[in-house]
Nanobody, 129 residues
């Protein structure tokens, strides 16, 4: 059974850091790209980062580039998202998702529901003083 479970969300002050984890089961990270998405209150879900299963290459939206880092530990079947210099506009529910393809395709900001097989249930990140 395939599962993706996010963890690590919480409340942090502006300028702070958080590390999210996405632990997967039912497949290995080599065979699927993993994307991170978020949905802020009243807004549509957006993508912002992806890591390829085939070669580990990472991709970022301009909104998070230089602040967020995606990485993976194949032995732990876990993808991480290190988030630094957090802003109030980063407040959202954060989701990880597994693509059918081992490579990240196209614009990471586009939520390609057709290309995504599995979603996690999300973890809430709140940036507030």
């Amino acid at each position: 059974q395939v599962q993706l479970v996010e963890s690590g969300g919480g409340l942090v002050q502006p300028g702070g850091s958080l590390r999210l984890s996405c632990t997967v089961s039912g497949f290995t990270l080599d065979y699927r790209a993993i994307g991170w998405f978020r949905q802020a209150p009243g807004k549509e879900r957006e993508g912002f980062s992806c890591i390829s299963g085939s070669d580990g290459r990472s991709y970022y939206a301009d909104s998070v580039k230089g602040r967020f880092t995606i990485s993976r530990d194949n032995a732990k079947n876990t993808v991480y998202l290190q988030m630094n210099s957090l802003k109030s506009e980063d407040t959202a529910v954060y989701y990880c998702a597994a693509y059918r393809s081992p490579t990240c395709l196209g614009d990471v900001t586009y939520v390609n529901y057709y290309a995504i097989d599995y979603w996690g249930k999300g973890t809430l990140v709140t940036i507030s003083s």
